[in-house]
T-cell receptor
């Protein structure tokens, strides 16, 4: 069974600092990995999708890397803003199409 | 493209009652998924459909839960004889083939 772990569970930084969120997974036989953002009481917003053959994806201030062999992904958010405050979830997809999620990292960016 | 929609957004019910949730996927997406999320946890997979066929069900989906996707369009998730432990956010997602999954706003269920 795929196990996904996100460290740290919570993070508080001053505005402007870069954020580094970590995700690890136990089974390296993944099809892709997605990073999501979730605001309190809301659904999930897809941020980045990395296929298993890719090493990284970038979108604006966001960059995600994937090291499939070691079972790790990192989400970098440059120059954080208070609007970046949310919970960030990592999810991996195997051949069976279902996503396995970590418990998330809750980020607070202080103005 | 209006995204994935779910109805209702909130539901409060008494223990023992039946509830039904609806999900409308992104129109061209052939796969539809249901997940359940409890406070402080990541979503957990419940079941998924390819077109109208239900292809996999999690062990989390007890006999009180049933899901349908008639005609391969919208889907419904019904919970019979609700229990307090069913209180959670129920999330629906859709995808086109093996591409990324896109989630709806969720239905928050509270069982009193």
């Amino acid at each position: 069974k795929q196990e996904v772990t996100q460290i740290p569970a919570a993070l508080s930084v001053p505005e402007g600092e870069n954020l580094v969120l970590n995700c690890s997974f136990t089974d390296s036989a993944i099809y892709n990995l997605q990073w999501f953002r979730q605001d309190p009481g809301k659904g999930l917003t897809s941020l980045l999708l990395i296929q298993s053959s890719q090493r990284e994806q970038t979108s604006g201030r966001l960059n995600a890397s994937l090291d499939k062999s070691s079972g790790r992904s990192t989400l970098y958010i440059a120059a954080s803003q208070p609007g970046d405050s949310a919970t960030y979830l990592c999810a991996v997809r195997g051949d069976d199409y279902k996503l396995s999620f970590g418990a998330g990292t809750t980020v607070t960016v202080r103005a | 493209d209006t995204g994935v929609s779910q109805d209702p957004r909130h539901k409060i019910t008494k223990r023992g009652q039946n509830v039904t949730f609806r999900c409308d996927p992104i129109s061209e997406h052939n796969r539809l998924y249901w997940y359940r999320q409890t406070l402080g946890q990541g979503p957990e997979f419940l079941t998924y459909f390819q077109n109208e066929a239900q292809l996999e069900k999690s062990r989390l989906l007890s006999d009180r839960f049933s899901a349908e996707r008639p005609k391969g369009s919208f889907s419904t998730l019904e919970i019979q004889r609700t229990e307090q432990g069913d209180s959670a956010m129920y999330l629906c997602a859709s995808s086109l083939g093996g591409r990324g999954q896109y989630f709806g706003p969720g239905t928050r269920l509270l069982v009193l």
